[in-house]
């Protein structure tokens, strides 16, 4: 059997363990937020979780070596410390954290990426940026480029960027087999730009999977629209992420640490390079990155709002035990008489935090957390819906939590 076969064999009998872990019972007893189940169902699905996860490793031992990366991350998903709070939940995680690691496999198999990692180590190769994004997100990549400039200069054979001329693929070449020799010939610092259309694209995904597969160093940044609990696939909030809409200091402090990985890869001399020029590129980047409209999927009438209001109402999942939401004003102005709504398939899960609403005022920056309990049945991603009040107008907004 074909390696590629026999990594997709694997992904399909993942996802098959995924819809029986779905059909787990709960007890109807539930004592100190631990959730319990059929012992049956727990023991059934754990064996079925340890063949296949051992199958799996003993199939990328053979493919690739004990030592290979993508050998040793899979094991770690076995031997990662579960809580036992909600069984069904952690078999969940576990198993796909073993998905995406096969599946980021199947990607570099699409770019036909060389997998003999013995032979090509043998060849002292250059760095060269790879920036992976979504075309529809050219004007935030289009700043990202002219910061890295400022940086290392403007050098055609450094930077690898699809959608920007002078750094794209060259007329005549054939976009896979040219996406193929930039991790064939160069050693990849590998950026992703991520948002919400990037997770849509298979070629995205799949320049995603072979830089991991081959060990690439990675930075990650996020439009403004993008959320952190996006983040999914084998590069994920676990690797260093710029937001550009993050707290002012926090984005400053990246950006310089970035800055600073750049020159000390490129051996450039610090000396020499004009600090005084950077700090207003940098500036620049930020005040234009977070100010790039990009197109949401709202009626006309939420636009509207949204174009007016000046508070800035966001919900973000910032902690998976227990299940954190943090709900924080990112706007310019206070949020009075703030109330929110929970989807109605939430109905009966367990939080904490509702009897605080409605809030008088919640003002800029500041932030309210409401701790979830989901139980068996409970969804694994919902909406809730804002509404507040300035200066005599009433806005709405809604936001989408993934668990």
């Known amino acids: 059997m074909e390696s590629k076969e026999l990594i997709e064999r694997q992904i399909q009998k993942g996802t098959e363990i995924l819809e029986q872990i779905s059909t787990m019972r709960e007890r109807p007893t539930m004592v100190m937020n631990v959730i319990a189940y059929v012992d049956e169902d727990v023991q059934t699905n754990r064996k079925s979780i340890n063949v296949w996860q051992y199958l799996t490793i003993d199939?990328?031992?053979?493919?690739?070596?004990e030592n290979a990366s993508y050998v040793t991350d899979f094991r770690a998903t076995v031997t990662e410390k579960k809580t036992g709070f909600n069984f069904q939940r952690e078999f969940r995680e576990e198993v796909n954290k073993g998905l995406a690691i096969l599946e980021a496999i199947r990607g570099s198999?699409?770019?036909?990426?060389?997998?003999?990692?013995?032979?090509?180590?043998?060849?002292?190769?250059s760095t060269k940026i790879f920036i992976s994004h979504k075309t529809e997100d050219k004007p935030f990549v289009q700043e990202l480029v002219e910061?890295?400039?400022?940086i290392i200069g403007i050098d055609s054979?450094?930077?690898?960027?699809?959608?920007?001329?002078g750094y794209d693929i060259k007329p005549g070449k054939e976009i896979l087999s040219e996406l193929k020799r930039q991790f064939d010939e160069y050693d990849v610092l590998f950026i992703v730009v991520h948002s919400p259309r990037y997770?849509?694209?298979?070629?995205?995904?799949?320049?995603?999977?072979?830089?991991?597969?081959?060990?690439?160093?990675?930075?990650?940044?996020?439009?403004?629209d993008c959320k952190y609990n996006m983040l999914n696939g084998v590069i994920d909030g676990r690797y260093m992420s710029i937001k550009v809409n993050d707290s002012m200091d926090t984005v400053v402090s990246k950006l310089n640490s970035f800055k600073d990985y750049l020159l000390d890869t490129f051996s450039i001399d610090r000396d020499k390079f004009n600090l005084t020029r950077w700090e207003m590129k940098r500036n620049e980047f930020i005040d234009k990155t977070c100010t790039i409209q990009f197109e949401k999927e709202l009626s006309d009438n939420k636009a509207k709002e949204s174009l007016v209001a000046k508070a800035n109402i966001s919900a973000e999942l910032i902690s998976r035990n227990p299940y954190v939401v943090s709900i924080t004003n990112r706007g310019e102005s206070d949020a009075r008489n703030l109330d929110l709504k929970l989807d109605e398939k939430c109905e009966g899960m367990l939080i904490s935090g509702l009897e605080h609403f409605p809030i008088e005022y919640l003002k800029p920056g500041r932030h309210i957390n409401l701790s979830l309990y989901p139980c068996i049945g409970d969804p694994d991603q919902f909406k809730i819906f804002f509404s507040w009040e300035e200066k005599g107008n009433k806005y709405n907004s809604e936001e989408i939590i993934i668990l």
């Open 199 to 224: 997770y849509k694209s298979s070629v995205c995904l799949n320049e995603m999977g072979a830089a991991w597969v081959l060990g690439s160093n990675f930075f990650s940044f996020l439009t403004p």
């Open 147 to 150: 910061l890295i400039e400022s």
């Open 59 to 65: 199939i990328l031992t053979s493919l690739f070596g």
């Open 157 to 165: 054979s450094k930077i690898f960027c699809s959608s920007i001329g």
């Open 109 to 125: 198999f699409e770019l036909g990426i060389n997998h003999n990692h013995k032979e090509t180590a043998k060849i002292a190769k």
